[in-house]
């Protein structure tokens, strides 16, 4: 009998993924032995991103393969380490405040938003459609259980089932879309895929094409993108606010870029079949995004519906699968932390105990009592529309520029009149600060940590969007 | 970098005044207006400073900004901004002073000023497409932020329409603007979005230059504004506070015509002969509408607004005359258009300080409580006209002389606007200042005070300044024009007849075309 070998494995490229179980992990046990204070832990978790994004800067010879060409760390994947380490640490730095005032004093809390990361880490480094598929299912289940952490508010239960029973219905299409693609390719990993489409060695291009179809549904509801978008207001808004921006950001950065990497990466010579799909898939979520978020009294509400029309520029990049694609979607994703996390902290510190003062009116008159954050919150939102100088216009000057390379005329235009659309609403939240008069008092608590997330968001979107050469460079290095 | 530190000087200003206490209303003032004034002053030396003989950039600055992506901090002046950037400090000085009665949240409104006034400058001298965008679109936020917070009634309407008209038009010219980037790198192999290389080695055929031109075209056309993109105009107007109409008026609005010089007819020299009638058409409709409109209207302000409509029409028609005359009439009537209007808000706003309101049948016989007053208006009123011995007499005259080369048609319909323009100025005149003063409520205003005065002065000085004697004026734009003209001399483009003695040109093109073919 042969034995069986090891597959090579490389364990300082894996690094960041065991220090992140590892401190996971660690965080779990700790909650065991500490009392109602949990600041151990926030410092435990920021410990345990700090040294993550240490340890994935620690391999220099790129890309590395392990697990037989399942798992990578490229270029690619060390960035998007880099966003999710990011946003992560401001997820849990901005939750500090806020579960101390909402009462959220659970331990798992923290050790979720790590395995949760884990998740992330490893959805963007897999190169093979299981390690994919585990990568969304450690994801998913950790956010199922953070939009439903206030056991005893109906609204984040609420929250919880809708993303849960919606999520398990998308996971099945994608796993039957990935058992489509293994029947028609006889393999799992995406570097065969490729090269079986490459020789056109395809066995049955109907399943082939029909587990496109569905990859492509699966992975539209995984980050909320039209018509697989109902979820996301109702989640949005039912989730605690924390929650609420860490999802806006590190999942869907992930499964975009595993997203980029089956789509752009794998299967560029199939896009006959999956190209005019996803450009109306983008395109709808554009147009339904904003006229959707035009209609919102709630902020988080509107928020949600800009996030799904942000996918619908995010798709422009995988569509455009060229040189510039991949680049753009980090720089996109990275600004789009900062935009994100900066936003819900000031959503955060608007609210109180029993009031989360969620209506655009409680804004009305804030520039009067409160102008810098008022002032930053202008920052954030015309950030997201995409007004220079600040980082979202970067973002999408990178994104058009590589979709207007492979000549996407039409779908660039589309994408910038609904930038046009929403500045509307992006407006409108800016006028109650500015040209309305206060309805009634504020009682803003200016919490250290919170306003910390917030000014490390704004240093982010002015530097990104005003000297953006480094970050360019660096997403542009490979 | 003197230019850098002009430019950016206002919002120097503007920071600093986020540390002055909010109580301290008098050093507010002070500390903006010193600001402005320095600007002011330091800019007058770029003109004396300035090389008439040549075209050429001055005052050139440029440093790597964005490196990855070839894209340049580069700034610097020619003869087709220098007086546009003079005027923009001039108009700031103008308008902060202006602002004096201004209550409500003053330190807000300072620094709303200083950074617009930064925005605007920017515009003016970016040499790069990217940092052009960049500022085209700063300036929108203080100035949304000026109708908004401190203008009229239905403010936060004329704000949001503005912003997003203005989005709108600039978004597509973005598209534009990375497109030409695309084909600069592809042409040359240079990745740059720099303005002064792409105009020099950008090559396109017909139809792409049509698209593109269509894109700057309509961003610009929306700043002018064009019929039929002016209807956000008399809104902002209208709203704004006094001083935001004269910035509106004297400087915005003229980012919109120097787009044209700048960008269109340089970049896109054949589609702007190609579309040079439908531009002529769309501003003769813009010089005569705007005109009758501002016939009936019963609001001073938006009679001044709808006025602007028609003076920027013939600004835009002779800018697309195409030829010497034109294009140095529609310039010095950029000018001339940023005073005479400017001052026309002005005077519109002190009599709207004395008595809340601007409807023309609430005055009559004003002549006899306000003298200087009514001086001061007739003075501009006439120049508004364009009164021979007035600024707006040199501009509309070269401006038609400039049309009536390509067509008597467009000169004699465009003609009809000055037509109007005396009955519509002269019958508001007589309805103001003169008739009985039958409306009790003013019989007891007080005429102009020594700040009012201070204000109007110096521009009522430049309308006899231009009127008499332009050549200072002129001179500075003579050479910038005679360059433009030969960039965009149809010789350039038009197909080889043979024989022709431009043959030999038009056959280098032509390798080029099968060269680019090739290559593609």
Request: with cysteine; charged share 10%.
């Amino acid at each position: 009998m042969e034995p069986i070998s090891a597959p090579p494995i490389d364990l300082i490229s894996l690094a960041p993924v065991l220090v992140l179980a590892v401190f996971g992990m660690m965080v779990l046990i700790t909650d065991l032995f500490i009392g109602k204070d949990k600041s151990v832990l926030v410092f435990i978790s920021l410990t345990g991103l700090l040294m993550t994004t240490i340890s994935s800067l620690a391999k220099y010879n790129l890309p590395v393969y392990s697990f037989n060409g399942a798992y990578v760390v490229d270029h690619l994947s060390v960035f998007f380490t880099f966003i999710f380490c990011i946003s992560s640490a401001l997820a849990i730095l901005i939750s500090v405040d806020y579960n101390k005032r909402e009462g959220i004093n659970v331990g798992e809390y923290y050790s979720l938003i790590l395995f949760c990361t884990l998740g992330m880490v490893l959805l963007a480094s897999s190169t093979d459609m299981i390690m994919i598929f585990l990568g969304i299912e450690i994801i998913s289940i950790s956010l199922y259980i953070l939009a439903g952490i206030q056991r005893k508010n109906t609204k984040s239960n609420e929250a919880a089932l809708k993303y849960f029973l919606l999520g398990a219905f998308a996971t099945g299409f994608l796993l039957y879309g990935m058992t489509l693609i293994y029947g028609s390719t006889g393999t799992t990993k995406l570097a065969i895929i490729a090269k079986v489409i490459g020789e056109n060695k395809i066995l049955s291009e109907p399943l082939m094409l029909m587990g496109v179809v569905l990859l492509i549904i699966g992975f539209g509801f995984k980050v909320a993108a039209v018509p697989f978008h109902m979820w996301a207001p109702d989640v949005y808004q039912g989730a605690p606010t924390p929650v609420t921006a860490f999802m806006a950001v590190g999942p869907k950065a992930a499964s975009l870029a595993a997203f980029y990497r089956i789509m752009s990466e794998t299967m560029p010579e199939l896009s006959y079949s999956w190209e005019t799909l996803l450009c109306v898939v983008s395109v709808l979520s554009m147009f339904i995004g904003n006229l959707g978020a035009i209609m919102q009294s709630n902020i988080k509400r509107l928020l949600a519906f800009s996030s799904v029309s942000h996918v619908g520029y995010l798709l422009i990049a995988i569509i455009a699968k060229n040189s510039l694609s991949s680049s753009s979607l980090m720089f996109y994703m990275l600004a789009y932390a900062f935009m994100v996390f900066g936003t819900f902290g000031i959503v955060i510190l608007l609210g109180r105990k029993g009031e989360e003062n969620l209506e655009l009116e409680n804004y009305s008159g804030l520039a009067y009592k409160h102008p810098v954050i008022a002032l930053t919150m202008t920052i954030f939102l015309l950030s997201l529309g995409g007004l220079p100088p600040l980082a979202g216009f970067v973002a999408k000057f990178f994104i058009f520029s590589a979709a207007l390379k492979e000549g996407y005329v039409i779908l660039v235009i589309i994408a910038v009149l609904n930038s046009a659309i929403s500045f509307y609403y992006y407006l409108r939240v800016i006028v109650f600060m500015y040209m309305k008069e206060p309805i009634k008092e504020f009682h803003i608590s200016l919490t250290p940590m919170t306003l910390l997330v917030i000014a490390i968001s704004a240093f982010g979107t002015v530097q990104l969007g005003i000297f953006p050469d480094p970050i360019i460079a660096l997403a542009q290095a490979n | 970098m003197y230019l850098t530190f002009l430019t950016f000087l206002p919002l120097l200003g503007a920071i600093l005044l986020t540390l002055i206490p909010r109580d301290e209303v008098g050093a507010i003032k002070q500390t903006a207006l010193a600001f402005a004034v320095t600007d002011f002053v330091l800019s007058v030396f770029l003109w004396t400073n300035f090389d008439l003989t040549t075209h050429e950039m001055q005052f050139e600055y440029s440093v790597p900004w964005i490196t990855s992506w070839g894209i340049n901090y580069h700034v610097g002046l020619d003869g087709i901004s220098l007086l546009l950037y003079v005027m923009t400090t001039f108009l700031t000085m103008i308008s902060i002073i202006a602002s004096w009665g201004v209550t409500k949240y003053i330190r807000e409104y300072m620094i709303a000023f200083l950074a617009l006034s930064t925005g605007m400058l920017g515009v003016f001298i970016s040499l790069d497409m990217f940092l052009f965008y960049f500022f085209w679109e700063f300036q929108l936020v203080p100035m949304y932020i000026i109708i908004g917070v401190w203008g009229g009634p239905r403010r936060v309407y004329a704000a949001v329409k503005f912003f997003l008209y203005t989005a709108v038009g600039s978004l597509l010219m973005l598209v534009a603007i990375i497109w030409i980037y695309k084909a600069i790198e592809e042409q040359t192999g240079v990745a740059t979005t720099d303005l002064i290389f792409i105009t020099e080695n950008l090559e396109l055929p017909l139809a792409p230059q049509k698209w593109l031109f269509l894109a700057f075209f309509l961003a610009f056309a929306i700043k002018v504004p064009m019929f039929p993109f002016h209807t956000w105009l008399p809104d902002a107007h209208v709203q704004a506070p006094t001083a935001g109409s004269v910035i509106l008026a004297g400087v915005l609005l003229k980012m919109g015509t120097y787009g044209f010089l700048r960008f269109n007819l340089p970049l896109f020299p054949h589609a702007s002969y190609e579309f040079m009638p439908m531009i002529a058409w769309l501003s003769i409709i813009g010089i005569v509408y705007g005109a009758l409109v501002s016939l009936v209207q019963e609001d001073l302000k938006k009679l001044v607004a709808y006025s602007s409509v028609s003076h920027l029409g013939f600004v835009m028609i002779g800018i697309f005359a195409l030829n010497h005359y034109g294009i140095q009439g529609a310039l010095i009537q950029n000018i001339n258009h940023g005073i005479s209007t400017g001052a026309l808000f002005l005077l519109v706003g002190m009599i709207y300080d004395r008595r809340h309101t601007r409807e023309i049948k609430e005055f009559g016989g004003l002549a006899k409580v306000m003298p200087k007053y009514t001086v001061c208006f007739m003075i501009i009123a006439l120049s508004s006209i364009g009164l021979p011995g007035m600024n707006g007499f040199v501009g509309e005259f070269l401006i038609l002389l400039g049309v009536f080369q390509n067509s008597g048609m467009w000169a004699a319909c465009a003609t009809s606007g000055v037509i109007f323009a005396a009955c519509y100025i002269l019958w508001m005149f007589q309805r103001v200042m003169f008739q009985k003063l039958d409306n009790p409520k003013n019989e007891n205003l007080p005429d102009m005070n020594t700040r009012e005065l201070i204000t109007i002065i110096p521009l009522i000085v430049l309308v006899f300044w231009i009127g008499l004697y332009p050549k200072p004026f002129m001179k500075t734009f003579d050479a910038t024009v005679e360059h433009l003209l030969v960039k965009v001399n149809p010789d350039n483009f038009r197909p080889v007849k043979p024989g022709s003695s431009h043959s030999k040109h038009a056959k280098l093109i032509k390798i080029e075309d099968i060269a680019r073919l090739n290559h593609q």
